[in-house]
């Protein structure tokens, strides 16, 4: 007799004549499948909570019950005019997240002592102008490098794993791992835009992009104007995607079909 441990599942079986092999990957393949994690952007959250002032809708009430609803985790991007996400928000966030907690930015000196004091798992560099409304480019790592070689290693020095946020370039790829980040983000608002046009085409350069991040040692996350329309499409074809963060999308479909039952639709589509 014995048993396999599997997690908290044991299988009991017994030694005559069972093909162990054949066993464990009948376990593997129908018990478990290849997810693809989900952090959801609340800045649309905070948008609405600074409209009227005071504290109504609460981030903090609203990133706990996201995780409840599925999240994999929760993404803020606090920007100098804290027009959305305050800077006050993040330390405060950071103390009961308890999936991964994701922190964009321009890493200015604020943004790094910010970072550097609040240590979220995971920051994610894009290279935003003050006054952007939303992100509208990925780093040239070329031009950048050495400023984002050293941003990276302060980061690290501090425990926190780098996500840098970049366009859909593979001969760049090499190039950014050099920089030392752990991971890239892939900028989708091109893929967004031809989706509805030649979603092969359009999912060509990501596809491509993600296998040299991959060979370059990289891990790959993706984000910005994925929808309930696109995103199913893009999870199938991107190799190696380990996560996506979605925002805006997202809190405007919550506002139609409520913020549990969307975050679990946003969900299966990126079920493989």
């Known amino acids: 007799m014995g048993y396999i441990n599997a997690g908290q599942t044991y299988i009991h079986f017994s030694f005559h ?25 609340i800045n649309k959250i905070a948008t609405i909570r600074n409209a009227r002032g005071g504290n109504t809708p609460d981030v903090i009430v609203a990133a706990q019950s996201i995780e409840r609803f599925g999240a994999n ?24 997240v308890t999936t ?23 920051v994610t560099l894009v290279p935003d102008a003050p006054d952007a409304i939303t992100s509208n480019a990925g780093w040239d790592v070329e031009t950048h490098f050495e400023f984002l070689s050293g941003i990276v290693k302060e980061l690290h020095t501090h425990g926190m794993r780098v996500s840098i946020f970049m366009e859909a370039n593979p001969a760049l790829m090499r190039r950014a791992a050099e920089t030392g980040t752990d991971r890239i983000e892939l900028y989708t608002e091109s893929y967004a835009v031809g ?16 296998k040299a991040a991959h060979e370059a040692g990289m891990g790959v996350n993706a984000g910005h104007d994925l929808n309930l329309e696109n995103l199913k499409y893009f999870a199938q074809h991107v190799p190696f ?12 479909d919550a506002l139609y079909f409520g913020m549990e039952n969307t975050v679990q639709m946003y969900k299966n589509e990126l079920r493989s």
């Open 17 to 41: 004549n069972v093909n162990f092999n054949s066993i464990i990957a009948e376990f593997c393949t129908t018990n478990f499948e290849y997810m693809i994690a989900l952090s959801v952007n």
């Open 73 to 96: 985790g929760i993404t803020v991007h606090p920007r100098p005019d804290e027009r959305h996400i305050r800077y006050a928000d993040v330390p405060a966030l950071k103390k009961v």
């Open 100 to 122: 991964e907690f994701n922190v964009e930015g321009y890493p200015t000196p604020d943004f790094m002592e910010l970072v550097i004091q609040s240590k979220p798992h995971q």
């Open 195 to 210: 989706y509805s046009v030649d979603k092969e085409k359009a999912v060509a350069p990501f596809v491509e992009t993600a």
């Open 241 to 252: 995607l380990d996560e996506v963060s979605i925002g805006h999308a997202l809190i405007s």
